[in-house]
């Protein structure tokens, strides 16, 4: 089973700041089969990219996947207040899916 | 507009059994994997199964085999989740989500759509 180990754990950042969130896969993920969603209290989680950088319906601009193999980053450019919340991937390999264990972005 | 709406919390003692549901409607429900998710208190998101409901084929992750049963009725467009004896661990936050793919390596392994979450407290 693939695991993915995302950091930092939080991400403490001010409106306006860039965020740069990790996701470490345990072995080689194929790019197509990595996905990052958010959620926000109280709330399901959201899809924002799919296939390691392709945006999701409706994602605004800011938010951007980049990587391959073993490692990949979610990228916010410039902080929105609506966008702290809990951020996690998720992989599919061996017809098994898995998510990273999530990273809070945080308002500092 | 594809939807997944879920059933209503619900408040059980150990022992129990459960059955929670997961209803899709503005897409065809036949031919879209459907997964559960389990979110604990304050915790992060795992992935308990999915389900194909045109043929019914259904997968578990290991950490879920044995303890919950997937199952879909494709003539009313709904899935379940179900549980014979629950536990005070089983308290969570279960969501359903469609997969954007086919389970395969051809891609499209994500969830681009989710109900609005399951609350299951069980507690005696």
């Known amino acids: 089973e693939i695991v993915l180990t995302q950091s930092p754990g939080t991400l403490s950042l001010s409106p306006g700041e860039r965020a740069t969130l990790s996701c470490r896969a345990s072995?080689?993920?194929?790019?197509?089969?990595l996905a990052w969603y958010q959620q926000k209290p109280g709330q399901a989680p959201r899809l924002l990219i799919y296939g390691a950088s392709s945006r999701a319906t409706a994602i605004p601009d800011r938010f951007s996947g980049s990587g391959s193999g073993t490692d990949f980053t979610l990228t916010i450019s410039r902080l929105e207040p609506e966008d702290f919340a809990v951020y996690y991937c998720q992989q599919y390999g061996s017809s098994l899916l898995t998510f990273g264990g999530g990273t809070k972005v945080e308002i500092k | 507009e594809v939807q997944l709406v879920q059933s209503g919390a619900e408040v059980k003692k150990p022992g129990e059994s459960l059955r929670i549901s997961c209803k899709g409607s503005g897409y065809s429900f036949s031919n879209y994997w459907i997964g559960w998710v389990r979110q604990m208190p304050g915790k992060g998101l795992e992935w308990m199964g999915i389900i194909y409901p045109g043929d019914s084929d259904t997968r578990y992750s290991p950490s879920f085999q044995g303890q919950v049963a997937i199952s879909a009725d494709k003539s009313i467009s709904t899935a379940y989740l179900q549980w014979s004896s629950l536990k005070a661990s089983d308290t969570a936050m279960y969501y359903c989500?469609?997969?954007?793919?086919?389970?395969?390596?051809?891609?499209?392994?994500?969830?681009?759509?989710w109900g609005q979450g399951t609350l299951v407290t069980v507690s005696s």
């Open positions: 989500a469609r997969l954007a793919g086919s389970f395969s390596w051809n891609g499209g392994n994500y969830f681009d759509y």
């Open positions: 072995q080689s993920v194929s790019s197509s089969s």
